[in-house]
């Protein structure tokens, strides 16, 4: 699988849709993760954006707000590549019982061709001989 982001950041307001082709790739599944952050995230104290300076605790609470927002993304990020991991590890695991069950069948196959190839060489062949003499 392959890992890619895109980031586009709009220019207009309004309604925009998404089209995802699949045409290269017909038989495989695809799974696509959308992130949306949409516009500024309202302040975090209402009175913010007043002229006099921020507390020592606001101007913390806020660098901690920040760094959450930081902690977010990398969550979300860590939770694609753990999807991804999964997904691999899943189709591997099918590959590995599919492959497991068929040596099983050939295995099985090759034992009862043996056991019959085995039993024919000491099978008693009644052979007739007739002595042509004087």
Same mark, same amino acid.
């Given at each position: 699988?392959?890992?890619?982001? /895109?980031? *586009?950041?709009?220019?207009?307001?309004?309604?925009?849709? /998404?089209?995802?082709?699949?045409?290269?790739?017909? /038989?495989?599944?695809?799974? &696509?993760?959308?992130? *949306?952050? &949409?516009?500024?995230?309202?302040?975090?104290?209402?009175?913010?954006?007043?002229?006099?300076?921020?507390?020592?605790?606001?101007?913390?609470?806020?660098?901690?707000?920040?760094?959450?927002?930081?902690?977010?993304?990398?969550?979300?990020?860590?939770?694609?590549?753990?999807?991804?991991?999964?997904?691999?590890?899943?189709?591997?695991?099918?590959? &590995?019982?599919?492959?497991?069950?068929?040596?099983?069948?050939?295995?099985?196959? &090759?034992?009862?061709?043996?056991? /019959?190839?085995?039993?024919? *060489?000491?099978?008693?062949?009644?052979?007739?001989?007739?002595?042509?003499?004087?």
């Amino acid at each position: 699988g392959q890992y890619d982001s /895109f980031t *586009f950041t709009a220019s207009k307001n309004g309604t925009y849709k /998404f089209c995802f082709s699949n045409e290269f790739s017909t /038989f495989t599944h695809k799974t &696509v993760y959308f992130d *949306f952050q &949409v516009g500024e995230d309202p302040p975090l104290f209402p009175s913010e954006n007043r002229v006099s300076a921020l507390t020592q605790m606001e101007s913390a609470c806020v660098s901690i707000h920040e760094a959450l927002k930081s902690v977010i993304d990398y969550q979300t990020h860590f939770r694609l590549r753990e999807a991804q991991g999964r997904s691999r590890a899943e189709d591997l695991n099918t590959r &590995v019982a599919y492959w497991s069950v068929g040596e099983a069948l050939i295995l099985l196959v &090759v034992s009862i061709g043996q056991v /019959f190839l085995l039993k024919s *060489f000491f099978s008693d062949k009644r052979t007739t001989t007739t002595r042509v003499g004087s």
